[in-house]
C-alpha cells in the first residue's frame, strides 16, 4: 500500500520543491526589479536636473543678447521685439530657477544631496539664489525703462544696462559653479547605479546557488534514494 502511495508523494515533494524555489526566485527578480527601478529614476531625475541648471547658464547669455539688441540705435520695432524676448527668457529662467529649489527635486534623492544643493543656492560664497534674484531685479529695470525708451524713441539707460551686466556675470559665474557641483551628483549617482547593480546581479547569483545547494540538491538525493527502494 506504502509502495502504491510512494510516486504520488514524490511528486507532491517535487511540486511543493519546485514552487518554493519558484517563490524564492520570484521573490529576488521583484526585489532586483524595485531597487533598479529606484536607481534608475534617480539617475534619470539629477541628469533632468543637470539638463536645467545648464539651460539656466544659456538662457543667462540668451538674455544678455537680447538685451543688448535692444540697446542700441534700433528701430522701434526691432527694440519691442528683443524687449519681449528678453521678458520671456527670463519667465523661463524663472520657472527654471524654482523647479531647482523645489522640494522635491534633489531631496529626493538623498538628504545629504539637498543639503549640497542647498549650500550652492543660499549660503556662502556662492548664493545663487541671491544672484538671480539680482539678475531678475536688473532684467525687470530694464523692462520698465524700455517701456519708456520707446515711448520717448531713445536707447536703453547705460546705467540699467550697465546693472544687468554686472548682475549676469555674476549669476553666470555662480551658475559654474553649480553646474559643476551638478556634474559630480550625477557622477555619483551613476556610480551608485552601476554598485546596485552589480550587487542586485550577485543576489540573484546567490539566490540560485542558495536554491541549488539548500533545497534542489538535497531533494534530488532523497529522490534517487527513493526511486532505489521502489526497483
Given at each position: 500500500?506504502?509502495?502504491?502511495?510512494?510516486?504520488?508523494?514524490?511528486?507532491?515533494?517535487?511540486?511543493?520543491?519546485?514552487?518554493?524555489?519558484?517563490?524564492?526566485?520570484?521573490?529576488?527578480?521583484?526585489?532586483?526589479?524595485?531597487?533598479?527601478?529606484?536607481?534608475?529614476?534617480?539617475?534619470?531625475?539629477?541628469?533632468?536636473?543637470?539638463?536645467?541648471?545648464?539651460?539656466?547658464?544659456?538662457?543667462?547669455?540668451?538674455?544678455?543678447?537680447?538685451?543688448?539688441?535692444?540697446?542700441?540705435?534700433?528701430?522701434?520695432?526691432q527694440k519691442i521685439r528683443n524687449l519681449k524676448k528678453a521678458g520671456q527668457?527670463?519667465?523661463?529662467?524663472?520657472?527654471?530657477?524654482?523647479?531647482?529649489?523645489?522640494?522635491?527635486?534633489?531631496?529626493?534623492?538623498?538628504?545629504?544631496?539637498?543639503?549640497?544643493?542647498?549650500?550652492?543656492?543660499?549660503?556662502?560664497?556662492?548664493?545663487?539664489?541671491?544672484?538671480?534674484?539680482?539678475?531678475?531685479?536688473?532684467?525687470?529695470?530694464?523692462?520698465?525703462?524700455?517701456?519708456?525708451?520707446?515711448?520717448?524713441?531713445?536707447?536703453?539707460?547705460?546705467?540699467?544696462?550697465?546693472?544687468?551686466?554686472?548682475?549676469?556675470?555674476?549669476?553666470?559665474?555662480?551658475?559654474?559653479?553649480?553646474?559643476?557641483?551638478?556634474?559630480?551628483?550625477?557622477?555619483?549617482?551613476?556610480?551608485?547605479?552601476?554598485?546596485?547593480?552589480?550587487?542586485?546581479?550577485?543576489?540573484?547569483?546567490?539566490?540560485?546557488?542558495?536554491?541549488?545547494?539548500?533545497?534542489?540538491?538535497?531533494?534530488?538525493?532523497?529522490?534517487?534514494?527513493?526511486?532505489?527502494?521502489?526497483?
Amino acid at each position: 500500500m506504502g509502495s502504491t502511495h510512494s510516486p504520488e508523494r514524490l511528486r507532491a515533494r517535487t511540486m511543493r520543491a519546485g514552487i518554493i524555489a519558484l517563490l524564492l526566485l520570484a521573490d529576488s527578480v521583484t526585489a532586483s526589479s524595485f531597487f533598479i527601478y529606484e536607481g534608475n529614476s534617480k539617475t534619470k531625475l539629477s541628469a533632468e536636473l543637470l539638463d536645467i541648471a545648464g539651460s539656466q547658464r544659456m538662457n543667462a547669455r540668451y538674455l544678455g543678447y537680447a538685451i543688448a539688441s535692444a540697446q542700441g540705435t534700433v528701430s522701434r520695432s526691432q527694440k519691442i521685439r528683443n524687449l519681449k524676448k528678453a521678458g520671456q527668457i527670463l519667465e523661463k529662467m524663472q520657472s527654471n530657477h524654482q523647479r531647482l529649489l523645489a522640494k522635491d527635486a534633489w531631496g529626493s534623492l538623498s538628504a545629504n544631496t539637498n543639503s549640497q544643493v542647498m549650500a550652492i543656492y543660499k549660503e556662502n560664497p556662492v548664493q545663487q539664489n541671491q544672484k538671480f534674484e539680482a539678475l531678475k531685479i536688473s532684467v525687470r529695470a530694464i523692462l520698465a525703462d524700455g517701456e519708456r525708451a520707446v515711448v520717448e524713441k531713445r536707447a536703453l539707460s547705460l546705467t540699467e544696462f550697465g546693472q544687468f551686466r554686472s548682475a549676469a556675470e555674476n549669476f553666470v559665474r555662480g551658475q559654474q559653479t553649480t553646474v559643476r557641483t551638478y556634474v559630480k551628483i550625477a557622477n555619483k549617482m551613476e556610480q551608485n547605479k552601476l554598485l546596485l547593480l552589480f550587487t542586485v546581479a550577485a543576489l540573484q547569483l546567490l539566490t540560485l546557488v542558495s536554491i541549488g545547494y539548500f533545497l534542489l540538491r538535497p531533494f534530488a538525493a532523497n529522490l534517487a534514494t527513493k526511486s532505489r527502494k521502489f526497483r
